[in-house]
């Protein structure tokens, strides 16, 4: 070997050191910046669980001023989900405004008409945005494929989707609104005068009609109302949209599914109230800017964080705890005007519950169904009455067969159950009343997304009107 190979050989082993020790150098740095990548993201996924915690809990007192709309659509999550209502358990684990501690009914009591739906009792609450969260556990990571941390990515913009076109007056694919209702009405009287009719049966805290739609031309009649609760203005749409198909059908005297629409609103007249609550739903839809009395609803106590969750009338009321049916037993942990929960200081000061009890004492319906979200459940029983209305069971079983909704437990404890439309229309008149909840669970009081509408709502319960005038032809 000359001296010349012998130099270039200990350069080569030379550099193959350096070239090992650089390497080394190069993975150890890797790793490190690999490990604080992903430390920095637990924390702040972890800060950012931890605040919308904080926010669902605590953000209650009246100073806050919560975003008028908030454009985050719930989660569809919940809405892949069976309704199953196993696990609801405590009703009034619900946060509740600057209020002190209100003894809970008892936890295991089923048949709370709303608060079983509660979805903050659901377990797992927080769970899926820890499961998106990415929070696996800081082992060694392996240096390749290598991440590139300073790479900031782009924003891609998400085209918006395409709006569902309805297939006729009626569209329920959109935030419904007062205005939407009235417009659809009036059309739909003008395309179906022969079958259907709309009148007013009283006016809401700021002078909006409560619009009532008469169709078919029966002696018997049932009811039909939605929306008791503004954010569950879903059931407006419903109502809406039933009304028309129903009118279509009649006209065109077509079978919908098993049903001979013709025979039966020749004989049963179905009496529709789609929107016991347009203040309240005018909230929910259009913000505050629609509220002719903004001052007034600022200063009411707010139980979930937006004006979006808003479930009472606009005086703070909420209508279905309002009816004289063991009004004075009825809890209410809340004791001011608020966005939910609140009883009033008497049964039946609104003039929106007013306005349905007379409908209901000067018409003599053979049964009533009142639409609720969200749980995919059928309450059609009370213990103070259920043993008064004869053949109520064996008509819910076949309701929950039809749309494949749970059949909920006897209602049992006046606390809970009291003061509902259902419950004093049950105690009332002596006859079936049902609290239907439509749409499946989700993890938020939010409404759904209402471009859903068919899979959420239409698909499961759009019988369910010709089914009571059925039912209401044998009574
Ligand atoms: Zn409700």
Request: with cysteine.
């Amino acid at each position: 070997m000359t001296r010349s190979t012998k130099n270039l050989t200990q350069h080569i082993v030379n550099l193959r050191k350096s070239l090992k020790v650089f390497a080394k150098i190069m993975d150890l740095i890797l790793i490190l910046t690999v490990a604080a990548v992903l430390l920095v993201g637990t924390t702040a996924c972890t800060r950012f669980i931890k605040d919308k915690k904080d926010t669902g809990l605590e953000g209650h007192n009246t100073s806050a001023k919560p975003a008028e709309i908030s454009e985050n659509e719930p989660g569809e999550t919940g809405d892949e989900k069976d309704g199953s209502l196993e696990n609801a358990p405590d009703s009034e684990k619900k946060p509740v405004p600057e209020t002190e501690k209100v003894e809970e009914p008892n936890t295991q009591e089923p048949g709370n008409e709303e608060e079983l739906n509660n979805p903050e009792n659901k377990p797992g609450d927080a769970g899926s945005g820890i499961a998106d969260s990415g929070q696996t556990p800081v082992s060694t990571p392996k240096p390749s494929p290598t991440p590139k941390p300073s790479a900031t990515p782009k924003p891609t913009p998400t085209p918006a989707p395409e709006p569902i076109l309805p297939s006729g007056i009626v569209n329920p694919y959109v935030k419904y609104t007062y205005e939407q209702m009235m417009e659809e009405s009036r059309k739909l009287q003008e395309k179906y005068p022969d079958i259907l009719s709309t009148e007013s049966i009283g006016s809401s805290v700021e002078g909006k009609d409560i619009l009532l739609i008469k169709l078919g031309l029966g002696e018997k009649k049932i009811l039909l109302c939605g929306a008791h609760h503004a954010r569950e203005y879903i059931t407006s749409s419903y109502l809406m949209k039933m009304t028309e198909e129903y009118a279509r059908y009649y006209t065109e005297n077509k079978k919908f599914g098993n049903y001979n629409v013709k025979n039966l609103l020749d004989n049963v007249t179905l009496y529709i109230v789609p929107m016991v609550n347009p203040d309240g739903v005018n909230l929910v839809n259009k913000g505050l800017s629609a509220v002719a009395n903004k001052e007034d609803v600022e200063a009411m106590a707010l139980v979930r964080p937006t004006y979006r969750e808003w479930k009472a009338n606009i005086n703070g009321v909420d209508l279905n705890r309002q009816y004289p049916a063991h009004w004075e037993e009825k809890y209410d942990n809340v004791g001011k005007p608020a966005s939910e929960n609140y009883k009033g200081t008497a049964a039946a000061t609104e003039p929106e519950v007013q306005a349905m009890m007379a409908l209901s004492e000067e018409n003599d319906f053979i049964l009533a169904a009142s639409f609720h979200t969200k749980g995919n459940a059928i309450y059609w029983a009370d213990r103070g009455t259920v043993n008064e209305i004869p053949r109520v069971e064996a008509m819910t079983k076949r309701l929950a067969s039809l749309t494949k909704y749970q059949r909920m437990p006897i209602s049992e404890k006046p606390s809970i159950y009291g003061a509902g439309y259902e419950n004093w229309f049950r105690l009332k008149f002596k006859r079936p009343a049902f609290c239907i909840e439509l749409t499946p669970y989700n993890d938020t009081d939010v409404p759904h997304d209402d471009s859903k509408f068919d899979k959420l709502v239409w698909n499961n319960a759009r019988y369910i009107g010709l089914f009571l005038a059925d039912e209401a032809m044998k009574r």
